[in-house]
């Protein structure tokens, strides 16, 4: 049964993905979370997250000139995953998750944004990917704060899309480390993990053939909505 749930999961979180082209760790980490820790969770998610997050970013025109301009986000989430991991938070981990999916499907349902006037980058990048990192460290999702960071920041498409693939793709191999030296990312966890990229790739063609048959927007209300229930069910629990 636990091989089943967590294949369900994957086509799910992967299904997701498939249709709105996010979302994939946030869902699996959500769902795993309800069965296990969530950085239990987080180390099944490491090889999907990193395989579709690498394929993100190498899809963009302009590598290098993000890198230039948010490398100081990017070693800020490491800097955050590695405080996580030495403030030992993993007991009120489920809580963080729930404030941390309820703030997710406030902002997708609300379509609220902030707005960072480029005068302001020098400081509010870094203490958004070092917060990032930290919540990272404690729940396996990367996607708080950073995504709304640079959606205020009005990147065109393509940009926003490869910037989010390089703070996944960052954070990612940051949170491998972690559970690698607390003993979470093991030969099984690995194996486990390889394994869990089949029905998460499964589940992107889906999505993908779904995407063509459906209103995107209907599916973005009911994957927030979806979102906001599972977080208050972690703050209950």
């Given at each position: 049964?636990?091989?089943?749930f967590?294949?369900v999961?994957?086509?799910?979180?992967?299904?997701?993905?498939?249709?709105?082209?996010?979302?994939?760790?946030?869902?699996?980490?959500?769902?795993?979370?309800?069965?296990?820790?969530?950085?239990?969770?987080?180390?099944?998610?490491?090889v999907?997250?990193?395989?579709?997050?690498?394929?993100?970013?190498?899809?963009?025109?302009?590598?290098?000139?993000?890198?230039?301009?948010?490398?100081?986000?990017?070693?800020?989430?490491?800097?955050?995953?590695?405080a996580?991991?030495?403030?030992?938070?993993?007991?009120?981990?489920?809580?963080?998750?729930?404030?941390?999916?309820?703030?997710?499907?406030?902002?997708?349902?609300?379509?609220?944004r902030?707005?960072?006037?480029?005068?302001?980058?020098?400081?509010?990048?870094?203490?958004?990917?070092?917060?990032?990192?930290?919540?990272?460290?404690?729940?396996?999702?990367?996607?708080m704060?950073?995504?709304?960071?640079?959606?205020?920041?009005?990147?065109?498409?393509?940009?926003?899309?490869?910037?989010?693939?390089?703070?996944?793709?960052?954070?990612?191999?940051?949170?491998?480390?972690?559970l690698?030296?607390?003993?979470?990312?093991?030969?099984?966890?690995?194996?486990?993990?390889?394994?869990?990229?089949?029905?998460?790739?499964?589940?992107?063609?889906?999505?993908?053939?779904?995407?063509?048959?459906?209103?995107?927007?209907?599916?973005?209300?009911c994957?927030?909505?979806?979102?906001?229930?599972?977080?208050?069910?972690?703050?209950?629990?």
């Amino acid at each position: 049964m636990d091989i089943l749930f967590i294949a369900v999961v994957f086509i799910v979180a992967g299904l997701v993905k498939g249709v709105t082209g996010m979302g994939l760790p946030t869902v699996a980490i959500a769902l795993l979370s309800l069965r296990m820790a969530p950085l239990e969770a987080a180390a099944l998610l490491i090889v999907p997250s990193a395989v579709t997050n690498v394929w993100q970013l190498a899809a963009g025109p302009a590598l290098y000139p993000l890198w230039q301009r948010f490398r100081w986000v990017m070693l800020a989430i490491c800097a955050g995953v590695a405080a996580a991991g030495m403030l030992g938070a993993a007991g009120w981990s489920g809580a963080v998750l729930g404030v941390a999916l309820l703030a997710y499907g406030l902002l997708g349902l609300t379509g609220w944004r902030l707005h960072v006037a480029p005068r302001h980058e020098r400081w509010a990048g870094p203490l958004a990917g070092a917060t990032t990192g930290m919540m990272a460290g404690v729940t396996g999702v990367f996607v708080m704060p950073v995504a709304p960071y640079f959606q205020a920041l009005n990147l065109d498409k393509d940009d926003l899309v490869q910037a989010l693939g390089m703070a996944f793709t960052v954070g990612t191999v940051a949170l491998a480390a972690l559970l690698a030296i607390h003993g979470e990312w093991h030969a099984s966890a690995a194996g486990n993990s390889v394994l869990a990229l089949l029905p998460a790739i499964a589940g992107m063609q889906l999505g993908q053939w779904l995407r063509g048959r459906m209103q995107p927007a209907l599916f973005r209300r009911c994957f927030f909505l979806a979102l906001l229930a599972l977080g208050a069910h972690q703050l209950l629990r």
